[in-house]
């Protein structure tokens, strides 16, 4: 057998080898191969993502939520109901906010009130006041209860 044969055989087979091994090496999707109570625990929405975000880049509401509240009053912006716990848990400074989730804009009125923050926007989700990264939705403060 020539040296240019020989050399063609062994390439086809350590690239028929690659590709038969690749998917043997992957890792399972996020809820394959987990047992008992685990399967499936991330409720986060995000398929498993991990968000590797620098907390302290993130902006604060700059209000309180007793203010926040006051403003939200006078404005007749009240008797919102909380989220279910389940959902609630997920609003978590750096989180994206869960997908599907109802996020209502408020009247101009009640926002211009608000700190500005450039890049950022305010969303009521449910009864809270939640101070969002704008385009990413990247959850930067929650104000809990301001609407109830």
Known sequence: ????????????????????ASPLCADPPSDKGQK???????????GGVEYALDLSL???????VGDARRL????????????????RKNLARGK???PGIAKTRM??????????H???EWLQVGSD???????????SDVLEGVFR
Do not use: H
């Open 96 to 98: 994206p906010m869960p």
């Open 107 to 116: 009247p101009g009125a009640y926002v211009n009130q608000l700190p500005r």
């Open 1 to 20: 057998m020539s040296k240019l044969k020989q050399f063609k055989l062994v390439s086809t087979l350590l690239c028929t080898s690659f590709l038969l």
């Open 58 to 64: 993130l902006v604060s509401a700059g209000i309180s």
């Open 36 to 46: 008992g109570k685990d399967k499936g625990s991330d409720k986060s929405g995000n």
């Open 118 to 120: 450039d890049g950022y």
């Open 129 to 139: 006041l939640v101070l969002v990264v704008t385009g990413t939705l990247v959850i």
């Open 72 to 87: 939200a009053v006078n404005e007749g912006l009240t008797g919102m109901k909380s989220l279910p716990p389940g959902i």
